[in-house]
């Protein structure tokens, strides 16, 4: 059975940062791909970033390409999300996954609980 436990989400003011993790069992981290999501009050959930299995290839909604930047450590089966220059519009539950393919992670059964993450202005 895939698990995944994502960590690091909090407050903070605009400006500042925040480093999420996701840790996952159950599955052989060097054949998936991992990734974010996120849902914010009141809207659907987005794709914020994802990775390939191999950390070779990474991947960025527009409105987060620059400021965070997603690694992987296979050896521990971890995903991490740094995010820097949080802005308000950040403020979301994030959602880690996992799955076969790094562009299609939006169709994987497998996701974490999420983490919230508030962002003040």
């Known amino acids: 059975q895939v698990h995944l436990v994502e960590s690091g989400g909090g407050s903070v003011q605009a400006g500042g940062s925040l480093r999420l993790s996701c840790t996952g069992s159950?599955?052989?981290?060097?054949?998936?791909?991992m990734g974010w999501f996120r849902r914010a009050p009141g809207k659907a959930r987005e794709f914020v970033s994802a990775i390939s299995w191999s950390g070779g290839g990474t991947y960025y909604s527009d409105s987060v390409k620059g400021r965070f930047t997603i690694s992987r450590d296979s050896t521990n089966n971890t995903v991490y999300l740094q995010m820097n220059s949080l802005r308000p519009e950040d403020t979301a539950v994030y959602y880690c996954a996992a799955g076969p393919w790094p562009t299609r992670l939006d169709r994987t059964d497998y996701w974490g609980q999420g983490t919230q993450v508030i962002v003040s202005s």
């Open positions: 159950g599955l052989a981290a060097s054949t998936y791909a």
